[in-house]
């Protein structure tokens, strides 16, 4: 159904494209002209623009200071780093559930606990690994399937959950440093209003600024790597649901087969 709707929005598109190709082909030169000189002064006024926002950037970045702010962006880079590993990690550990439980018990009942282990070992994601591990206890008896099954599900989701953690730990580091960077930079301010004698705006303010920055620059790294950290537990509670679900089919199919 996706696909149709897909196909459709395309096909939509280009139709659009089509009558509007026609449209303009049918106006004059002129027009074409200066529509085509006005895009070129757009686009080098959006470069112009990016490149001023990213010199701005920089500069707020150097006057909040290079101790805080180089340990607030090191909490960004190494909390994003384990973040696109741990996405990376949870697409590859997504497989197909019920195709692979309809392919075990295609096997389990044309070739048998072998064949359908063989079917696990070429599938690749926890689910497959747990109905190995369970199926490779058959000969014991289903309460060591189970027990097995449990056990490895257990590995499997703590294997998925590494080193999220440490995401959660630069999210509240980030602001964090950034709040401490205030305070210091308030200390800044009214040292220098004590060491003057007079309480001179201009004193104060250069303090004042350092220390907001440093909070802002907290805050938006705390909230870039909330949003990688939900999708990523969101996608581990994905995945754990299937292999709660895979175990249990696993066990039906098992006691099936048994009888």
């Not at 607030?72 to 697409?91: D, K, P, S, T």
């Amino acid at each position: 159904m996706k696909r149709l709707f897909s196909i459709l929005a395309i096909a939509g598109i280009m139709a659009f494209g089509t009558v509007n190709a026609n449209t303009y082909a049918n106006t004059n030169t002129t027009v074409n002209t200066v529509v085509s000189t006005t895009q070129d002064d757009d686009m080098d006024s959006g470069t112009d623009e990016e490149a001023t926002f990213h010199q701005g950037l920089k500069k707020r970045f150097i006057e909040g200071g290079a101790g805080f702010m180089g340990i607030v962006l090191l909490c960004l880079i190494l909390g994003l780093a384990i973040a696109i590993e741990r996405i990376i990690f949870l697409n590859l550990s997504t497989s197909n559930t019920k195709k692979l439980t309809q392919n075990v018990e295609d096997a389990l009942a044309s070739g048998g606990v072998e064949a359908a282990k063989e079917i696990c070992r070429d599938t690749k994601g926890p689910v497959a690994s747990i109905f190995y591990q369970g199926l490779d206890r058959v000969d014991e008896g289903l309460e060591q399937v189970e027990k097995a099954v449990v056990s490895y599900g257990g590995v499997q989701m703590g294997q998925l959950e590494k080193n999220v953690s440490w995401i959660a730990l630069f999210i509240s580091l980030a602001p964090m440093l950034g709040f401490m960077g205030t305070v210091i930079g308030m200390i800044q301010a009214f040292d220098k209003i004590q060491a003057a004698g007079d309480m001179n705006p201009a004193l104060v303010a250069g303090g004042i600024k350092i220390a907001l920055l440093t909070t802002v620059f907290g805050l938006v790294v705390a909230i870039i790597l909330q949003i990688f950290y939900n999708y990523i537990i969101a996608k581990i509670d994905s995945i754990v649901n299937d292999m709660e679900d895979a175990s249990i089919t696993l066990m039906d199919l098992l006691i099936r087969h048994k009888k």
